[in-house]
């Protein structure tokens, strides 16, 4: 049997203490509540600190729960609702469309596909919830990066591979991209990431009217494009219509 990791425990004992409290409590607070030394009741409440999970009062001394783990808490909840809300949707995009539907959040540098709708057809296909995908070059990564802030700053921290010649890698030429995705209201990836792909992304948002994930309708490029290379239209503007309609049931209104 596993052992659990000690000071993981104490560390996840900290924030349940923390979370019931009515009031900031001291290091002696926490430290006689646990049963633990001083020092390591300092110790850890100093990294919590660090990695934003437990904020400190200047004044007081006094520690309380901090900002970055209410965000990670409204993440989990916002996904959630996020997929419940896109589920009807996401469904009627892919029938109507004929191809893959996906729907991606901000994760790590990356786009984590947190939901996806087979295209409807009998060809064999692999379930990608849970894959990563690049902020650069997909549809989905653009759109996050083009109207959320954190996905902007991340997609310009990170190498940018080029996965195929098509890839924009340069950081110039991504700003460009991504000025022209919030002009027109969405994104396009035509054999940026994967050849022979292509993909259109529209962004989802909250009742903040905050961009919460995008929803992106991929397939092969002659299906998805038309004969000028740019995405057919009609597409585009199924991609939008369904992430409008998400967008409402997340209280977002009329976009």
Same mark, same amino acid.
């Given at each position: 049997?596993?052992?659990?990791i000690?000071?993981?425990?104490?560390?996840?004992?900290?924030?349940?203490?923390?979370?019931?409290?009515?009031?900031?409590?001291?290091?002696?607070?926490v430290?006689?509540?646990?049963g633990?030394?001083?020092?390591?009741?300092?110790?850890?409440?100093?990294?919590?600190?660090?990695?934003?999970?437990?904020?400190?009062?200047?004044?007081?001394g006094?520690?309380?729960?901090?900002?970055?783990?209410?965000?990670?808490?409204?993440?989990?909840?916002?996904?959630?609702?996020?997929?419940?809300?896109?589920?009807?949707?996401t469904?009627?995009?892919a029938?109507a469309?004929?191809e893959?539907?996906?729907v991606?959040?901000?994760h790590?540098?990356g786009?984590?596909?947190?939901?996806?709708?087979?295209?409807?057809?009998?060809?064999?296909?692999?379930?990608?919830?849970?894959a990563?995908?690049?902020?650069?070059?997909?549809?989905?990564?653009?759109?996050?990066?083009?109207?959320?802030?954190?996905?902007?700053?991340? *997609?310009?921290? $990170?190498?940018?591979?080029?996965?195929?010649? /098509?890839? &924009?890698?340069d950081? #110039? %030429?991504?700003?460009?991209?991504?000025?022209?995705?919030?002009?027109?209201?969405?994104?396009?990836?035509?054999?940026?990431?994967?050849?022979?792909?292509?993909s259109?992304?529209?962004p989802?948002h909250d009742?903040?009217?905050?961009?919460?994930?995008?929803?992106?309708?991929?397939?092969?490029?002659?299906?998805?494009?038309?004969?000028g290379?740019?995405p057919r *239209?009609?597409? $585009?503007?199924?991609?939008?219509?369904?992430? /409008?309609? &998400?967008?409402?049931? #997340? %209280?977002?209104?009329?976009?």
């Amino acid at each position: 049997m596993a052992r659990n990791i000690q000071s993981l425990e104490r560390a996840a004992a900290m924030l349940r203490l923390l979370a019931g409290g009515e009031r900031r409590l001291g290091l002696s607070d926490v430290a006689s509540s646990l049963g633990l030394a001083k020092g390591t009741a300092h110790g850890i409440l100093r990294t919590l600190q660090a990695e934003g999970f437990v904020e400190q009062d200047p004044a007081s001394g006094r520690y309380q729960l901090g900002a970055e783990l209410l965000r990670l808490g409204n993440s989990y909840l916002d996904v959630h609702e996020l997929r419940a809300r896109a589920l009807v949707w996401t469904d009627d995009l892919a029938r109507a469309s004929g191809e893959s539907v996906y729907v991606g959040v901000l994760h790590q540098s990356g786009v984590l596909i947190m939901h996806h709708v087979f295209r409807p057809d009998d060809s064999r296909q692999v379930l990608e919830v849970g894959a990563m995908q690049p902020l650069h070059s997909t549809a989905l990564g653009k759109v996050l990066s083009a109207y959320d802030p954190v996905a902007h700053t991340q *997609a310009l921290e $990170v190498e940018r591979d080029a996965f195929t010649p /098509r890839t &924009v890698t340069d950081p #110039l %030429g991504f700003e460009e991209i991504l000025g022209l995705t919030r002009a027109r209201g969405w994104a396009a990836d035509v054999e940026e990431t994967w050849e022979g792909i292509a993909s259109v992304a529209a962004p989802i948002h909250d009742r903040r009217r905050m961009p919460v994930g995008a929803v992106a309708v991929a397939g092969a490029v002659e299906r998805v494009c038309g004969e000028g290379g740019e995405p057919r *239209a009609a597409l $585009v503007a199924s991609v939008r219509d369904c992430a /409008r309609s &998400v967008s409402r049931d #997340l %209280g977002a209104g009329r976009f």
